[in-house]
């Protein structure tokens, strides 16, 4: 697609003229050498993108998803970055079918926490909340990839008093057998964030699974806390 083109044929020379190799370095010793890595701040990075979406015309929902897509498929880890700063930017454009079209394969390729949790803040939680989606999600509730389960755990992540807590609480018991490390640390998260709203919720949920994974028990113990 024209869009997807022109985004990245500026996009990408603007952020090598960026990084900074003793960046990139600590990057990827910080994220486990996933990727490799350009060197470029956070910042810099989505004034980079900020200032190439406002040049262009508004993309279209398939536009947005393919761009995406592109840009998930280069290598050095700043792309997929990118390829969610510029959903962030867009959001709105997305149709209802974007996660089950779009989303769902980049949750699956790729995968870490960075980019599923990105996804999950600038996709995820605000087209779930626009369109429902609730069967998509139910389906990667029950999926067999540990990153489309956290998707589904972490789904409604900073909604606070509209979180729909017995849906969240269900998806968390669901997986409390795990001993996956990023599913335990998503069920920590969600019941931190929900200890916010509902502690009483909480302090029943941990009540009730006394072999819950240490790290979901000391992530909602410190939601607690912080009341």
């Known amino acids: 697609m024209i869009f997807a083109s022109d985004f990245i044929n500026e996009l990408s020379p603007a952020l090598k003229k960026l990084g900074d190799r003793k960046r990139a370095i600590g990057a990827e010793a910080y994220m486990k050498e996933i990727a490799p890595f350009i060197g ?3 910042p810099e990075r989505r004034t980079t993108v900020k200032r190439i979406a406002k040049g262009m ?4 929902s398939e536009e947005l998803g393919a761009t995406a897509r592109k840009l998930w498929k280069l290598e050095e880890r700043e792309f ?3 390829a969610n700063d510029l959903i962030q ?5 997305a149709d209802k079918n974007f996660l089950a079209d779009h989303v769902e394969d980049l949750i699956i390729s790729k995968s870490w926490w960075d980019t599923v949790d990105g996804l999950g803040s600038v996709a995820i939680s605000p087209l779930t909340d626009k369109y429902g989606c609730e069967k998509l999600i139910e389906k990667w509730n029950r999926s067999e990839n540990i990153w489309l389960n956290r998707a ?3 789904h409604q992540r900073g909604r606070k008093y509209e979180t729909d807590v017995a849906l969240i609480l269900q998806y968390c018991d669901d997986h409390s057998d795990s001993k996956e490390f990023f599913i335990v640390k998503a069920i920590g998260w969600a019941l931190r964030d ?3 709203v509902n502690p009483r919720a909480v302090r029943e949920f941990l009540k009730t699974h006394p072999d819950l994974g240490r790290v979901a028990v000391r992530e909602a113990e410190r939601g607690l806390g912080r009341l």
């Open 57 to 60: 015309k508004a993309p279209t």
């Open 152 to 154: 589904a755990i972490q």
């Open 80 to 82: 997929q970055y990118c």
């Open 40 to 42: 470029v701040a956070t």
């Open 194 to 196: 929900i200890a916010k």
């Open 89 to 93: 930017i867009h959001w709105k454009v």
